[in-house]
Protein backbone atom coordinates (compact mmCIF):
# COMPACT_ATOMS: atom_id res chain seq x y z
CA UNK A 1 0.00 0.00 0.00
CA UNK A 2 1.60 3.84 -1.20
CA UNK A 3 1.05 6.66 0.56
CA UNK A 4 -1.74 7.76 -1.12
CA UNK A 5 -3.63 4.14 -0.32
CA UNK A 6 -2.71 4.65 3.53
CA UNK A 7 -3.79 8.69 3.48
CA UNK A 8 -7.20 6.85 1.79
CA UNK A 9 -7.71 4.05 4.20
CA UNK A 10 -6.91 6.14 7.60
CA UNK A 11 -9.28 9.10 5.83
CA UNK A 12 -11.94 6.49 5.67
CA UNK A 13 -11.61 4.58 8.80
CA UNK A 14 -11.27 7.81 10.87
CA UNK A 15 -14.22 9.92 9.32
CA UNK A 16 -16.55 6.26 9.63
CA UNK A 17 -15.51 6.69 13.36
CA UNK A 18 -17.11 10.08 13.10
CA UNK A 19 -19.92 9.77 10.99
CA UNK A 20 -21.30 6.70 13.40
CA UNK A 21 -20.56 8.44 16.50
CA UNK A 22 -22.46 11.00 14.89
CA UNK A 23 -25.48 8.80 13.94
CA UNK A 24 -25.72 7.05 17.35
CA UNK A 25 -26.06 11.07 18.85
CA UNK A 26 -28.29 12.16 16.22
CA UNK A 27 -30.28 9.21 16.94
CA UNK A 28 -30.28 9.97 20.68
CA UNK A 29 -31.23 13.07 20.54
CA UNK A 30 -34.38 12.54 17.81
CA UNK A 31 -35.53 9.98 20.50
CA UNK A 32 -35.62 12.07 23.26
CA UNK A 33 -37.36 14.85 21.61
CA UNK A 34 -39.58 12.18 19.99
CA UNK A 35 -40.20 10.18 22.47
CA UNK A 36 -40.38 12.61 25.64
CA UNK A 37 -43.40 11.04 26.91
CA UNK A 38 -41.95 7.51 27.84
CA UNK A 39 -38.80 9.07 29.02
CA UNK A 40 -40.32 11.45 31.51
CA UNK A 41 -42.53 8.30 32.59
CA UNK A 42 -39.09 6.56 33.15
CA UNK A 43 -36.97 9.32 34.96
CA UNK A 44 -40.45 9.36 36.92
CA UNK A 45 -40.70 6.03 38.29
CA UNK A 46 -36.92 6.20 39.61
CA UNK A 47 -37.03 6.01 43.06
CA UNK A 48 -35.99 9.07 44.42
CA UNK A 49 -35.48 10.84 41.05
CA UNK A 50 -35.93 14.92 41.13
CA UNK A 51 -38.66 16.09 39.28
CA UNK A 52 -35.55 18.57 37.61
CA UNK A 53 -34.86 15.25 35.74
CA UNK A 54 -37.28 16.47 33.13
CA UNK A 55 -35.10 18.76 32.34
CA UNK A 56 -32.59 16.29 29.89
CA UNK A 57 -35.34 16.18 27.60
CA UNK A 58 -33.81 20.10 26.45
CA UNK A 59 -30.61 18.62 25.91
CA UNK A 60 -32.51 16.58 23.12
CA UNK A 61 -31.97 19.36 20.73
CA UNK A 62 -28.13 19.95 21.37
CA UNK A 63 -27.71 16.35 20.63
CA UNK A 64 -29.61 16.52 17.08
CA UNK A 65 -27.24 19.60 16.22
CA UNK A 66 -23.71 18.03 17.12
CA UNK A 67 -24.84 15.03 15.62
CA UNK A 68 -26.14 16.20 12.01
CA UNK A 69 -22.82 18.23 12.17
CA UNK A 70 -20.82 15.25 12.94
CA UNK A 71 -22.82 12.62 10.31
CA UNK A 72 -21.78 15.09 7.78
CA UNK A 73 -18.21 15.45 8.06
CA UNK A 74 -18.02 12.07 8.40
CA UNK A 75 -20.08 11.31 4.86
CA UNK A 76 -17.99 13.76 3.40
CA UNK A 77 -14.59 12.55 4.72
CA UNK A 78 -15.41 9.10 3.90
CA UNK A 79 -17.46 9.54 0.41
CA UNK A 80 -14.38 11.96 -0.57
CA UNK A 81 -11.55 9.43 0.27
CA UNK A 82 -13.29 6.05 -1.04
CA UNK A 83 -14.69 7.77 -4.34
CA UNK A 84 -11.98 10.17 -4.94
CA UNK A 85 -14.24 12.85 -4.84
CA UNK A 86 -12.38 16.24 -5.16
CA UNK A 87 -15.66 18.24 -4.41
CA UNK A 88 -16.61 16.42 -1.00
CA UNK A 89 -12.92 16.43 0.21
CA UNK A 90 -12.93 20.25 -0.11
CA UNK A 91 -15.78 20.37 1.62
CA UNK A 92 -14.58 18.64 4.41
CA UNK A 93 -11.48 20.68 4.49
CA UNK A 94 -13.41 23.90 4.47
CA UNK A 95 -15.84 22.83 7.13
CA UNK A 96 -13.07 21.82 9.73
CA UNK A 97 -11.16 24.89 8.36
CA UNK A 98 -14.33 27.11 9.57
CA UNK A 99 -14.44 25.55 13.14
CA UNK A 100 -10.91 25.76 13.61
CA UNK A 101 -10.67 29.20 12.44
CA UNK A 102 -13.87 30.14 14.80
CA UNK A 103 -11.96 28.23 17.67
CA UNK A 104 -8.72 30.24 16.66
CA UNK A 105 -10.84 33.44 17.40
CA UNK A 106 -12.01 32.34 20.09
CA UNK A 107 -9.27 32.00 22.17
CA UNK A 108 -7.69 35.45 20.94
CA UNK A 109 -11.00 37.08 22.02
CA UNK A 110 -10.45 35.29 25.30
CA UNK A 111 -7.08 36.36 25.63
CA UNK A 112 -6.67 39.71 23.74
CA UNK A 113 -10.18 41.15 24.86
CA UNK A 114 -9.97 39.74 28.85
CA UNK A 115 -11.41 43.15 30.23
CA UNK A 116 -14.17 43.22 27.39
CA UNK A 117 -14.88 39.58 28.28
CA UNK A 118 -15.05 40.01 32.00
CA UNK A 119 -17.43 43.09 31.12
CA UNK A 120 -20.01 40.76 28.81
CA UNK A 121 -20.23 37.98 31.22
CA UNK A 122 -21.26 40.83 34.20
CA UNK A 123 -24.39 42.12 32.16
CA UNK A 124 -24.78 38.68 31.52
CA UNK A 125 -24.76 37.76 35.35
CA UNK A 126 -26.74 40.85 36.19
CA UNK A 127 -29.47 39.31 33.93
CA UNK A 128 -29.33 35.66 35.50
CA UNK A 129 -29.95 37.53 39.01
CA UNK A 130 -32.76 39.57 37.67
CA UNK A 131 -34.07 35.97 36.01
CA UNK A 132 -33.57 34.80 39.44
CA UNK A 133 -35.10 37.43 41.67
CA UNK A 134 -38.26 37.44 39.10
CA UNK A 135 -38.70 34.21 37.81
CA UNK A 136 -37.37 31.86 40.25
CA UNK A 137 -39.94 29.11 41.71
CA UNK A 138 -43.03 31.11 39.52
CA UNK A 139 -41.39 29.54 36.12
CA UNK A 140 -41.32 26.25 36.22
CA UNK A 141 -38.22 25.22 33.43
CA UNK A 142 -36.51 28.41 34.74
CA UNK A 143 -36.60 26.87 38.53
CA UNK A 144 -35.60 22.93 37.64
CA UNK A 145 -32.47 24.49 35.68
CA UNK A 146 -31.41 26.54 38.46
CA UNK A 147 -31.65 23.74 40.48
CA UNK A 148 -29.83 21.25 38.38
CA UNK A 149 -27.57 23.00 37.96
CA UNK A 150 -26.98 24.52 41.77
CA UNK A 151 -27.32 20.67 42.63
CA UNK A 152 -24.49 19.66 40.39
CA UNK A 153 -21.81 22.07 41.14
CA UNK A 154 -22.76 22.52 45.01
CA UNK A 155 -23.59 26.77 44.68
CA UNK A 156 -26.22 29.17 45.39
CA UNK A 157 -27.09 31.91 42.82
CA UNK A 158 -25.17 33.36 39.94
CA UNK A 159 -22.85 35.22 42.72
CA UNK A 160 -24.49 34.26 45.88
CA UNK A 161 -27.48 33.82 48.09
CA UNK A 162 -28.21 37.49 47.80
CA UNK A 163 -29.18 36.74 44.60
CA UNK A 164 -32.20 35.52 46.54
CA UNK A 165 -32.74 38.40 48.78
CA UNK A 166 -36.18 39.98 47.65
CA UNK A 167 -36.86 37.26 45.25
CA UNK A 168 -40.39 35.77 44.24
CA UNK A 169 -39.09 33.07 46.19
CA UNK A 170 -38.36 34.09 49.01
CA UNK A 171 -41.11 36.16 49.54
CA UNK A 172 -43.73 33.87 49.10
CA UNK A 173 -41.82 30.92 51.01
CA UNK A 174 -39.69 33.28 53.58
CA UNK A 175 -37.07 30.21 53.00
CA UNK A 176 -33.91 30.19 50.65
CA UNK A 177 -33.73 27.48 48.06
CA UNK A 178 -32.23 24.40 49.88
CA UNK A 179 -29.11 24.41 47.57
CA UNK A 180 -27.70 27.21 49.52
CA UNK A 181 -27.76 25.72 53.02
CA UNK A 182 -26.47 22.95 54.22
CA UNK A 183 -29.15 22.25 56.72
CA UNK A 184 -32.44 20.60 55.96
CA UNK A 185 -33.83 23.93 55.94
CA UNK A 186 -32.79 27.34 54.84
CA UNK A 187 -33.75 30.61 56.63
CA UNK A 188 -32.51 33.76 55.67
CA UNK A 189 -30.18 33.29 58.89
CA UNK A 190 -29.19 29.85 57.90
CA UNK A 191 -28.15 31.35 54.43
CA UNK A 192 -26.22 34.27 55.97
CA UNK A 193 -24.03 32.46 57.62
CA UNK A 194 -23.57 29.12 54.90
CA UNK A 195 -20.57 28.54 53.14
CA UNK A 196 -22.03 27.53 50.20
CA UNK A 197 -20.17 29.58 47.21
CA UNK A 198 -22.30 31.08 44.10
CA UNK A 199 -22.31 29.21 40.99
CA UNK A 200 -20.20 31.62 38.57
CA UNK A 201 -17.29 31.24 41.14
CA UNK A 202 -18.01 27.72 42.03
CA UNK A 203 -17.83 27.32 37.88
CA UNK A 204 -14.69 29.65 38.09
CA UNK A 205 -12.67 27.43 40.18
CA UNK A 206 -13.51 24.50 38.83
CA UNK A 207 -11.90 25.50 34.96
CA UNK A 208 -9.26 27.10 37.64
CA UNK A 209 -8.52 23.27 39.06
CA UNK A 210 -8.45 21.97 35.79
CA UNK A 211 -6.81 24.52 33.60
CA UNK A 212 -4.19 21.98 32.31
CA UNK A 213 -6.31 19.65 31.42
CA UNK A 214 -9.12 21.81 29.29
CA UNK A 215 -5.70 23.53 27.84
CA UNK A 216 -4.65 19.71 26.90
CA UNK A 217 -7.79 18.69 24.99
CA UNK A 218 -8.25 21.36 23.53
CA UNK A 219 -4.83 21.19 22.38
CA UNK A 220 -5.19 17.25 21.20
CA UNK A 221 -8.95 18.69 19.16
CA UNK A 222 -6.67 21.18 17.29
CA UNK A 223 -4.10 18.61 16.16
CA UNK A 224 -6.68 16.46 15.07
CA UNK A 225 -8.43 19.34 12.95
CA UNK A 226 -4.68 20.55 11.78
CA UNK A 227 -4.17 16.19 11.05
CA UNK A 228 -7.69 16.01 8.86
CA UNK A 229 -6.99 19.78 6.67
CA UNK A 230 -3.22 18.47 6.11
CA UNK A 231 -4.57 14.52 4.98
CA UNK A 232 -7.59 15.94 3.37
CA UNK A 233 -5.93 18.78 1.24
CA UNK A 234 -3.32 15.82 0.63
CA UNK A 235 -5.98 13.34 -0.95
CA UNK A 236 -7.11 16.35 -3.13
CA UNK A 237 -4.10 17.14 -4.79
CA UNK A 238 -2.72 13.65 -5.11
CA UNK A 239 -6.21 13.33 -7.00
CA UNK A 240 -6.48 16.74 -8.78
CA UNK A 241 -2.70 15.10 -10.58
CA UNK A 242 -4.09 11.70 -11.10
CA UNK A 243 -6.64 13.41 -13.12
CA UNK A 244 -3.90 15.51 -15.04
Known sequence: MGCFGFLKTMMFIFNGIIFLAGAAILGVGIWVKVDSGSILGFLQ???????????VLNVGYLLIAVGAVLVVLGFLGCCGAVRESRCMLLMFFIIIL????????????LLVFKPLAENLIKQLGDEAVKSIRNDYGKNADLTG??????????????????DFTNSYFVNQTKYYPIQCCTGVSCSEAAAINSTVPGCFPAMKKLVDENA???????????????????????LYCKIGSKVD
Open 145 to 162: LWNTTMKGLKCCGFNNYT
Open 212 to 234: VIIIAVALGIAALELAAMIVSMT
Open 45 to 55: NIPGASVQLGQ
Open 98 to 109: IVFIAEVAGAIV
